[in-house]
């Protein structure tokens, strides 16, 4: 199937560089490159999505390592000794 597209210049010129040190032509470049896109796994989630797993008060790992790794010590020890 034959398939017109408009590319901005610049874009247009890359890609045709690129396909040349591929020692391809532009338009196997483009076939590949679709092809890599389409078969690609699906995303697993947006950012916002993963972000809005994470509830609390957020922390700054410099600013409160020792506190949380002192805790996580503790809750340790405390698990260990019974």
């Not at 338009?27 to 389409?38: D, Q, Y």
């Not at 697993?44 to 020792?66: A, K, N, Y």
Request: aromatic letters at 4%; one cysteine or more.
């Amino acid at each position: 199937m034959r398939t017109v597209i408009t590319l901005p210049d610049q874009v247009h010129a890359r890609a045709k560089q690129r396909a040349a040190e591929l020692g391809i032509s532009f338009a196997e470049f483009t076939r590949r490159l679709l092809e890599k896109e389409l078969d690609a796994p699906e995303p697993q989630g947006d950012l916002e999505s993963i972000c809005g797993m994470v509830q609390g008060t957020p922390f700054d790992m410099v600013r409160d390592g020792h506190s949380i790794i002192g805790t996580a010590v503790a809750a340790e020890l405390a698990e260990r000794s019974g």
